[in-house]
């Protein structure tokens, strides 16, 4: 899905959560540092987000294990952006935003 990236602090769902129903979270980290906007990293797949368990409350950790553009790769990663669906854990992965750089669009599948 074409779009502009997201960095630290991206709002993410995943539908189905752990147990159950989604579970919402941020984006915690990046692995890596050379290509930023605004100051901030680029989100590039590996990234992990800090989640939280929509029926206990308890914060877990989930890494981003593919998905992004097939256009834009950065240390060989796959940059990730704003409306990706990706599969992880036990369901899809929603990136919500705000953008990292909304000026710029990825245009690419």
Do not use: E, H, K
């Not at 074409?2 to 990046?30: E, F, M, N, R």
């Not at 890494?63 to 790769?73: D, K, R």
């Amino acid at each position: 899905m074409p779009g502009p990236p997201v960095s630290i602090g991206c709002a993410v769902l995943l539908s189905p959560g752990a147990a159950g129903p989604p579970d919402s979270g941020v984006l915690i980290a990046v692995p890596q540092g050379a290509v930023t906007a605004g100051g901030l990293p680029l989100a590039v797949v590996g990234a992990t987000c800090q989640m939280v368990n929509s029926v206990s409350g308890v914060p877990y950790p989930l890494p981003i294990p593919g998905g992004g553009s097939t256009g834009v790769s950065i240390n060989g990663m796959a940059m990730l952006r704003l409306g990706d669906v990706i599969p992880a854990g036990p369901g899809m992965l929603t990136l919500l935003g705000p953008p990292a750089a909304p000026f710029v669009t990825d245009t690419g599948a």
